[in-house]
């Protein structure tokens, strides 16, 4: 039980009794440390007095968002010596003279993220220090160039490094990627998200020399083509992802469906040009687990029903059609014979798959998490997933045709939900809220944003039953007074992200009270926008 609590859990663990205090200190529950669970509580007196008592038995260390540590804990770091596991992610202290002192002592080094941090070229030429290095996060590490990146190859190198995420680096160049490719031929794992600035040359140069690359996740990077695809194509790829791309064509799965016949994951989200040809293309592909084509709004039943009456049909795992809004009742009846093993998917805003498409849904054993807000669904829909009985994460967002009715008959039958996001779903009153509270004890995650009708009695019930909650949403809901925080601070322990926008009952005073112990809280008594469809007293 005590490897599952954070410092200051433990701490408090070991003031209970003499037995417990002596569990505390057994080794093996400080080779693992999380500091950045309590990030903005740590110090650098308190990363030194407990580094330098369990240093020999720290393997990993996890130090992300710690923005208070300085030059006493880097230097601790550097005496753990058999360190393999290390997260600098955020920490505002860190610099190339902090990463000098980590590098003279943790040679054992496998993973390293220095993500968000101000480390310059004096840091990568640091890296050769740890030979076994096969981790490495540079994200949105702005103050490095093309040259620094040539020391990845010089000397001993980073030239076992198989995992590389360069996200957010937009000042790398062609050149920087051809020097990346001459020092680390063996990476596997490619993440480059956030960057604008990235070409088909730049990934050309990459490919050149790295040929082992098995995942690639461009996001966000517009200016890709086909041309990076046709780069990749000897890489036997087994995972692609990338988003908001207006250049990758049908092309691209032409290329996966020849050259990637062990791909597994495929997300192509938000990419215009891509079209039902598309999911024909790759449909004879026998190992895809995850298809996420959402906002691909050129794809309908043409290319869904054949991909999944394909050689992936039956093993898929994972499947996102958001915004497909020409995906029909026939391709969810066709997923649902089809898709044995289908534990996710979305149909968020498929605005022409109805009552008749999620009814099929209801015998789907596998079906675990089902996302249709945005749909013209009603109580009928909610009802077949009720009989369902497995489903731990819904979200019916969106849909104004739901009552409180449907939520009971869904809630009756489904005692193991996690997550229920019922947002802006202007029917719905205290009663859904109170069967979501009386058979499902096990929410960690509940929205009930945009519901005009709700008052402090729903929190209530949440309060009373729902103790394992961490999220919860009720922004616009008007009715709420300070009550409702009071019966949540009294009820909901473990709650850590509570959003309160457009509530104008709730006052500031009581936030402060009763929300100072959450991770995250957000607030406004403004009056609704008009955006939400009410007023301020919830007329619509």
């Known amino acids: 039980i005590f490897r599952y609590v954070n410092l200051v859990d433990l701490a408090r663990c070991a003031q209970v009794s003499q037995t417990w205090m002596l569990l505390t200190r057994n080794s093996s529950l400080w080779s693992d440390i999380n500091f950045s669970s309590v990030k903005h509580k740590v110090q650098d007196q308190i990363v030194v007095n407990i580094l330098q008592k369990w240093r020999p038995y720290v393997l990993r ?46 040679r054992a080094l496998l993973y390293l993220n220095l993500s968000y941090t101000d480390i310059t070229n004096g840091t990568l030429r640091l890296l050769s220090s740890f030979p076994n290095l096969q981790h490495l996060s540079l994200a949105h ?22 995992y ?24 596997q794992d490619l993440l480059i998200n956030n960057m ?9 140069a990459l490919v050149e020399k790295c040929q082992q690359i098995k995942s690639v996740v461009f996001l966000d990077s517009p200016h890709l083509s086909d041309t990076t695809f046709k780069a990749l194509a000897e890489c036997k790829l087994v995972k692609v992802s990338t988003e908001g791309n207006n250049q990758i064509t049908d092309l691209s799965f032409e290329l996966m469906s020849k050259c990637c016949p ?12 891509i079209t039902d040809a598309s999911l024909q293309m790759i449909s004879p592909l026998k190992h895809i687990l995850v298809l996420n084509v959402a906002d691909c709004i050129r794809i309908s039943d043409g290319g869904v029903r054949p991909f999944v009456q394909g050689s992936s049909g039956a093993k898929l795992r994972e499947l996102n059609l958001t915004n497909c809004i020409h995906v029909t009742d026939a391709s969810v009846t066709e997923i649902a014979q089809r898709c044995h093993e289908l534990t996710y998917l979305t149909l968020r805003h498929c605005e022409n798959v109805t009552d008749a498409g999620i009814e099929a849904l209801g015998n789907m054993s596998s079906l675990i998490s089902i996302d249709i807000s945005g749909t013209s669904i009603s109580d009928m829909s909610l009802r077949a997933l009720g009989h369902h009985g497995k489903i731990k994460e819904l979200s019916v967002s969106e849909c104004k045709n739901i009552s409180d009715t449907g939520i009971q008959e869904f809630c009756q039958g489904t005692k193991s939900l996690e997550y229920c996001h019922v947002s802006y779903c202007p029917q719905l009153t205290d009663e859904a809220v109170k069967a979501m509270a009386f058979h499902c004890h096990t929410l960690t995650s509940v929205n009930i944003a945009g519901c005009p009708k709700m008052t402090d009695t729903c929190i209530q019930y949440l309060a009373a039953a729902c103790h394992y909650l961490h999220f919860l949403d009720v922004s616009g809901c008007i009715h709420l007074t300070d009550k409702a925080l009071k019966y949540l601070w009294k009820g909901c322990k473990q709650l850590q992200i509570l959003k309160m926008l457009y509530c104008r009952n709730i006052s500031k005073q009581a936030v402060l009270k009763y929300t100072a112990k959450l991770e995250t809280q957000e607030h ?10 009410y007023n301020r007293d919830g007329n619509i």
């Not at 230097?75 to 003279?104: F, H, P, T, V, Y």
């Not at 604008?196 to 050309?204: A, E, F, H, K, Y």
């Not at 062990?262 to 990419?271: K, N, S």
């Open 196 to 204: 604008p600035s990235l070409t088909d040359r730049c990934i050309q």
């Open 61 to 106: 260390l996890n130090l992300r968002g710690c923005y208070s540590l300085h030059w006493p804990s880097f230097k601790s770091i550097g005496e753990c010596k058999n360190l393999q596991d290390l997260n600098l992610a955020e920490c505002q202290g860190l610099n190339d003279e902090s990463m000098r002192l980590i590098s003279q002592g943790c």
């Open 524 to 533: 406004s008594d403004a009056d609704p926008p008009s955006w939400l469809g």
């Open 164 to 187: 590389l995420d360069l996200s957010g680096c937009i000042q790398i160049s062609v050149d920087g990627f051809r020097n990346i490719a001459n020092g680390c031929s063996g990476i």
């Open 141 to 162: 590490c702005r103050k490095f160039t093309d040259k620094g990146l040539l020391y990845l190859g010089s000397g001993k190198g980073c030239h076992k490094l198989i």
């Open 262 to 273: 062990y791909i597994r994951h495929i997300h192509m989200a938000d990419c215009q040009k």
